[in-house]
């Protein structure tokens, strides 16, 4: 796909800026790695090329703009169930100068990860092939898109948010309740903010008020 072209696709994501050529030739080559692997290793359900870009890139992207702001932000960001990387890879090529861990357990994703690292030349991120709850360490930032068994999965993702730290759920308006019952106190959440072109679609942000250990 030209470039131009995911540019348009991109812009109900993106906002007024227009995306760099370096971004976008980056996300290029990432759609074209994901194609080759998705025709033989099921990343992803959705297989059109445009479905793609604005499906997975652009809600990525979006959660980016919600969640980290400005593309010069520093932050430790661990993406839990990254599966082809959403939204973590799009975020860091938002905001290359963020610490990524992606934690994928399933070790077909978790090699198709460490290929789009090296094929993109990405620097800081790290591929935790294993479960969450095995990964042992805190970020300031924790992602989490909607996954099979959301309810199991959320507590542990909420788990490896650093005290004062931040969680960003990309989910359905449906889920929002429940996340925030699942989780309990000690969470300040903010208005959820609807994904462009998606029928509840939300990207949800919630900062710990857990006390850190003395």
Known sequence: M??????????????????????????????????????????????????????????????ARVLL????????????????????????LFAPNIELKLIESQNKKAVFLREVVRTLALEGVEVFGGRAEQWGKTAGLV???????????????????????????????????????LLGAHWDWRQPALVPQTEGRVVLAGQSTMPAAP
Do not use: C
């Open 143 to 181: 992602t989490l898109r909607a996954v099979e068994q959301f309810e199991r999965a959320l507590p542990v993702a909420a788990k490896l948010v650093a005290p004062t730290g931040r969680l960003g759920l990309l989910i359905g308006t449906g889920q929002v309740a429940r996340a925030q019952e």
């Open 69 to 92: 702001g400005k593309a010069d932000v520093s932050a430790t960001v661990a993406d839990v169930g990254s599966g082809a990387g959403f939204p973590g890879i799009p975020m860091k």
């Open 2 to 63: 030209e470039i131009v072209r995911i540019a348009e696709l991109l812009g109900p994501f993106t906002g007024e800026e227009t995306p760099a050529p370096p971004f976008l030739e980056a996300l290029q080559r990432y759609l074209e790695l994901l194609l080759r692997w998705n025709a033989r290793v099921n990343l992803t359900a959705v297989r059109d090329p445009e479905g793609i870009v604005s499906r997975h890139f652009g809600e990525s992207l979006f959660a």
